[in-house]
């Protein structure tokens, strides 16, 4: 932990990435579909799909475990079966899927133009930082930098999923989602953590703390 790091935890890169849930609620309910659709067909597969996620849920309630993954795969998994059977094409089960990962790879570009990083958002609202420091000159380039890598990995998902779409490669289809999503999401997130670690440390800007304390000296001699 660097000194820009002070009081940080590191729930969101470690136990996020040791929690089984995210893959059992998130990644098994597309595999499920795309499996039963090639046996059974499109009913088949959105119904075991749909009833496997909310079995998740049930089980998650039974157990008084977390919801938030399973309420996630849930949702996502009615969305997705919604469209698949409204287009009655196996392949549009994938479709919201690509149009949050465009979307998100949209505005995180936008954010970085805005100079509001998005990645500097997510860590306030986790870390609950004063947000004044991300918009420090020697704080905002390292989130900037790091929402780029962000900006790509959504916008290549998306792009890669669309093409597959295009071609009508079901199968294909379940190995992209899977491939370019936990599995980089969570290397990403790692290489977050280490690549601000490492830039901040270069930029030579405040620690959180130091900031705190300058921001309440700034006050207390306004007040005198």
Partial sequence: MTRHETGASDYSAR????????????VAPP????????VLGLAAAAAVALGFSVAVVALRLLRRQRLLYA??????TLVAVAFALLAGEATAYFLPGIVSNAVLGVLSVL??????????????AIYRWPLAWYWHPKV????SEITWAWAALYLGKA?????????????????????????AFAALLLA?????????????????DEYRQQAAGTGTASRK
């Fill in 159 to 183: 792009a890669v999923q669309w093409i597959l779409v295009l071609r009508q490669e079901v199968g294909w289809l379940a190995v992209a989602r899977i491939a370019t999503g936990w599995p």
């Fill in 15 to 26: 136990d996020l990435l040791a929690n089984r849930a995210v893959l059992v609620d998130t």
């Fill in 111 to 124: 954010s970085i133009l805005a100079r509001r990083p998005a990645i500097a958002l997510t860590s306030a």
């Fill in 192 to 208: 977050t953590y280490a690549y601000l670690s490492w830039r901040l440390e270069r930029l030579g800007g405040p620690s959180v």
């Fill in 31 to 38: 595999v499920l579909f795309v499996v039963v659709n090639a």
């Fill in 71 to 76: 309420l996630s795969g849930l949702g996502g």
């Fill in 140 to 143: 905002r380039p390292a989130y």
